[in-house]
């Protein structure tokens, strides 16, 4: 196959991840707010704060902890040789079917089987903190992200792949306009991608568990949990699939413009 062929494939496959990103975006489109904006007027400001605060403590024990514990749980050196296998047949078949099996690969790589494992861990083990369910909610999501940023072959220690990956989970919960503006975010730094200093990461850090308390406080709040009980409960696997869905999407778009760059670099 030549590269015309290879670079049309590319198209393909990017406009079915167009498609997808309209479904997405209709979806944050037609969430009502209008419910939540009145039950949130009853919640204290201190409930918000609180929750706010957990959120962004559990991020940072993570970041600066949780890293080790969260590695336990699978191979990276196996994922990151997974994904040199499969990106070489990407370059030597060059058909969108490789592309596709390369994305279906990646998609059916869920971690369910994990979440005692990352409890034990990063949940109870190294923190003692009195957090372990934001700790452990937070934990399993972004132990299942650290695996899809293996499989294409990127560093989530990195500064810069942490802000995306921050900047991924706000996009991913967000609603109406501030979709639009977390999303075109995420697209700027698909696209131009940064490195930048640690005040810039922990600048995200507070954005986006701000993003997370507000969107899960009235939930909390009807439930009747502690603040920092986040989780448990049936939303929990929404939250779960709702962000790894975005996420899964835009890691594909990143692999498939890069592959398009370098093509058109070689030529």
Same mark, same amino acid.
């Given at each position: 196959?030549?590269?015309?062929?290879?670079?049309?494939?590319?198209?393909?496959?990017?406009?079915?991840?167009?498609?997808?990103? +309209?479904? %997405?975006?209709? $979806?944050?489109?037609?969430?009502?707010?209008?419910?939540?904006?009145?039950?949130?007027?009853?919640? /204290?400001?201190?409930?918000?704060?609180?929750? +706010?605060?957990?959120?962004?403590?559990?991020?940072?024990?993570?970041? #600066?902890?949780?890293?080790?514990? @969260?590695?336990?749980?699978?191979?990276?050196? +196996?994922?990151?040789?997974?994904? #040199?296998?499969?990106? !070489?047949?990407?370059?030597?078949? $060059?058909?969108?079917?490789?592309?596709?099996?390369?994305?279906?690969?990646?998609?059916?790589?869920?971690?369910?089987?994990?979440? @005692?494992?990352?409890?034990?861990?990063?949940? !109870?083990?190294?923190?003692?903190?009195?957090?372990?369910? *934001?700790?452990?909610?937070?934990?399993? @999501?972004?132990?299942?992200?650290?695996?899809?940023?293996?499989?294409?072959?990127?560093?989530?220690?990195?500064?810069?792949? +942490? !802000?995306?990956?921050?900047?991924?989970?706000?996009?991913?919960?967000?609603?109406?306009?501030?979709?639009?503006?977390?999303?075109?975010?995420?697209?700027? %730094?698909?696209?131009? /991608?940064?490195?930048?200093?640690?005040? $810039?990461?922990?600048?995200?850090?507070?954005?986006?568990?701000?993003?997370?308390?507000?969107?899960? %406080?009235? !939930?909390?709040?009807?439930?009747?949990? /502690?603040?920092?009980? *986040?989780?448990?409960?049936?939303?929990?696997?929404?939250?779960?699939?709702?962000?790894?869905?975005?996420?899964?999407?835009?890691?594909?778009?990143?692999?498939?413009?890069?592959?398009?760059?370098?093509?058109?670099?070689?030529?």
């Amino acid at each position: 196959m030549n590269e015309e062929q290879f670079r049309i494939a590319c198209e393909k496959e990017l406009k079915y991840i167009a498609k997808q990103e +309209r479904k %997405l975006q209709k $979806q944050a489109m037609a969430s009502d707010k209008t419910w939540k904006r009145a039950i949130e007027s009853f919640i /204290p400001e201190k409930i918000y704060v609180n929750l +706010r605060a957990a959120f962004a403590t559990a991020f940072n024990i993570i970041f #600066e902890k949780g890293v080790d514990v @969260i590695e336990k749980t699978y191979s990276k050196e +196996r994922l990151l040789k997974d994904f #040199e296998t499969k990106d !070489l047949a990407v370059d030597d078949v $060059q058909t969108r079917r490789e592309l596709r099996k390369f994305r279906s690969n990646v998609a059916s790589s869920k971690r369910w089987k994990s979440i @005692i494992t990352t409890a034990e861990g990063v949940g !109870l083990g190294v923190l003692g903190i009195g957090l372990p369910d *934001v700790v452990l909610f937070l934990g399993f @999501i972004l132990q299942s992200i650290y695996e899809v940023a293996l499989r294409y072959g990127y560093d989530y220690n990195k500064p810069g792949e +942490r !802000l995306l990956i921050l900047k991924m989970m706000s996009a991913a919960i967000s609603k109406r306009e501030k979709w639009i503006k977390a999303d075109l975010e995420v697209e700027e %730094l698909i696209r131009n /991608p940064v490195e930048p200093d640690f005040d $810039q990461v922990d600048t995200q850090i507070g954005l986006t568990a701000d993003d997370f308390a507000l969107d899960m %406080l009235v !939930l909390k709040f009807i439930q009747g949990l /502690p603040v920092v009980g *986040v989780v448990g409960g049936l939303s929990n696997p929404v939250y779960y699939n709702k962000i790894m869905e975005y996420v899964r999407l835009k890691y594909h778009k990143r692999y498939l413009l890069n592959k398009t760059e370098k093509k058109e670099d070689t030529e």
